[in-house]
């Protein structure tokens, strides 16, 4: 059987890793072994990470949503019924942003539902 001399694919493969790793620290970003297992757990990362994203902001917009509503009288659980009992279509981030960046507005909107 004839030698297999493996420097050009055996160093595209390492540097194909390595360069995913760049900007690691310590031996992370330089060694072979080490920056592959670190790239393959932060790829798990990366993926599970993507969904529990949407889940926190969910989170954040609803604490925002509760702190303003608080502010005029009415919870969040009460708020979102009376919401959807005057056919209000307002989805969970716009109500924050809206509780954010115009405090009035959501004031005049708390106030129109609850009449």
């Given amino acids: 059987m004839p ?6 694919k055996a160093r595209r493969r390492r540097n194909k890793w390595l360069k ?31 969904r529990q994203r949407k889940r926190q902001f ?13 502010l005029h009288g009415v919870n969040y659980s009460r708020l979102i019924h009376l ?16 509780a954010v960046h115009d405090p009035e507005g959501f004031g005049r909107l708390v106030e129109m539902v609850k009449a």
């Fill in 83 to 98: 919401l959807d009992e005057k056919k209000v279509e307002l989805d969970r981030k716009v109500l924050a942003d809206i």
């Fill in 3 to 8: 030698r297999v001399r493996r420097g050009f």
């Fill in 20 to 50: 995913l790793a760049k900007g690691f620290k310590h031996g992370r970003g330089t060694m072979f072994r080490k920056a592959k297992e670190t790239i393959l757990r932060a790829l798990v990362y990366a993926y599970r990470d993507r």
């Fill in 58 to 70: 969910r989170r954040l917009w609803i604490a925002r949503i509760n702190a303003a509503a608080r």
